[in-house]
């Protein structure tokens, strides 16, 4: 079946540290792909998404490529704010009979220290 | 005002009691799901529903049952909670218009506790 992996947590940066999550998957057929952010007391919210091979996904200075030949999909950011901390979900949809169900990742908790 | 909204926000309730989480949603949405969130193990899929008529069981149905009352309205009930049933839950809606990427959007959680 489909699943997702990232790396374990807790990470921990300083700020304006680089980041780099990393998330590979398992899934048949042409998936698409997601990074959620779940900041605290709150809801999951859509951080960036790519739908195809080699796309690149970019938002709020964080950006994730869908590696086809690697089955991965790696979040970065170049240099980290106190205001990331979080936890981040990488996710996928697999389509055809999956179609509009997320399969998620176990979260990655993000601390950023001043 | 939020797009999906849940109610309660949190819940303390005891073995064997029943327990309803309602979801209610204005953007407009046929495709309604709620997870279920644990420490450690992402988000796991309780049911979902396509539309009105429509209700499926996802990965951890059992101990749980949904009610799709109308478009915009999907709750989740817990017959009789036991204590592995405390987590946070998660409402979450999605268009099933053509050329959906599959992205969901979500509620701010349910907290219940299940002593």
């Known amino acids: 079946g489909d699943s997702v992996t990232q790396m374990e947590g807790p990470v921990t940066l300083s700020e304006e540290a680089f980041l780099t999550i990393n998330c590979t998957y398992t899934?048949?057929?042409?998936?698409?792909l997601f990074w959620y952010v779940q900041y605290p007391g709150e809801g999951l919210q859509l951080l960036l998404k790519a739908t195809k091979a080699d796309d690149k996904g970019s938002n709020k200075g964080f950006e994730a490529t869908y590696r086809k030949e690697t089955t991965s999909f790696h979040l970065e950011k170049g240099s980290v704010q106190v205001s990331d901390s979080a936890v981040y979900f990488c996710a996928l949809n697999a389509g055809g009979t999956s179609y509009g169900k997320l399969t998620f990742g176990q979260g990655t908790i993000l601390t950023v220290h001043p | 005002d939020a797009d999906v909204t849940q109610t309660p926000r949190n819940r303390i309730t005891k073995t064997g009691k029943r327990i309803m989480l309602e979801c209610s949603q204005t953007?407009?949405?046929?495709?309604m799901y709620w997870y279920r969130q644990d420490p450690g193990l992402g988000l796991q899929l309780i049911y979902y529903?396509?539309?009105?008529?429509?209700?499926n069981k996802g990965e951890i149905s059992d101990g749980y049952s949904v009610s799709r009352q109308a478009q915009a309205k999907f709750s989740l009930s817990l017959e009789s909670a036991i204590p592995n049933q405390t987590a946070l839950y998660f409402c979450a809606t999605s268009t099933g218009r053509q050329g959906n990427t599959g992205e969901l959007f979500f509620g701010e959680g349910s907290r219940l506790t299940v002593l």
């Open positions: 899934a048949t057929g042409y998936p698409s």
């Open positions: 529903s396509f539309d009105v008529k429509d209700i």
């Open positions: 953007k407009g949405h046929d495709r």
